[in-house]
């Protein structure tokens, strides 16, 4: 399975930014799929996840009304619409596949995502 992130950026606080993942695997409609970002020297924190069994996501309380995780299994893609983006939200941001389609509060740790993109940069200023 490999990921491949983009979409990141640099933005003013107020504004949005679209973060895309395409996903290489056989049965990537299976998959519990996640961001997750991480700042240099700090842990990487769960952002939002998604699994192949709700049409909703699951978010961390500082994005949530403001991210948008969603899939598209037609095109292996996973997107993060982020707006109302803040200064704090600037992070490499990853997305990650969890091909066990774990569910629940797995979808929070990071250990349970086998498979990592590369990281993408968003930057906000303000």
């Known amino acids: 399975v490999q990921l491949q992130a983009s979409g990141g950026g640099s933005v003013q606080a107020g504004g949005s930014l679209r973060l895309s993942c395409a996903v290489s695997g056989p049965t990537f409609s299976r998959y519990t799929m996640g961001w997750f970002r991480q700042d240099p020297g700090k842990e990487r924190e769960f952002v939002a996840a998604?699994?192949?069994?709700?049409?909703?996501?699951t978010y961390a309380d500082s994005v949530k009304g403001r991210f948008t995780i969603s899939r598209d299994n037609a095109k292996n893609m996973i997107y993060l619409q982020m707006n109302s983006l803040k200064v704090e939200d600037t992070s490499l941001y990853y997305c990650?596949?969890?091909?066990?389609?774990?569910?629940?509060?797995?979808?929070?740790?990071?250990?349970?995502?086998?498979?990592w993109g590369q990281g993408t940069q968003v930057t906000v200023s303000s």
């Open positions: 998604i699994t192949t069994y709700e049409q909703t996501g």
């Open positions: 990650a596949a969890d091909v066990d389609a774990n569910y629940g509060y797995k979808v929070f740790r990071d250990y349970t995502y086998a498979y």
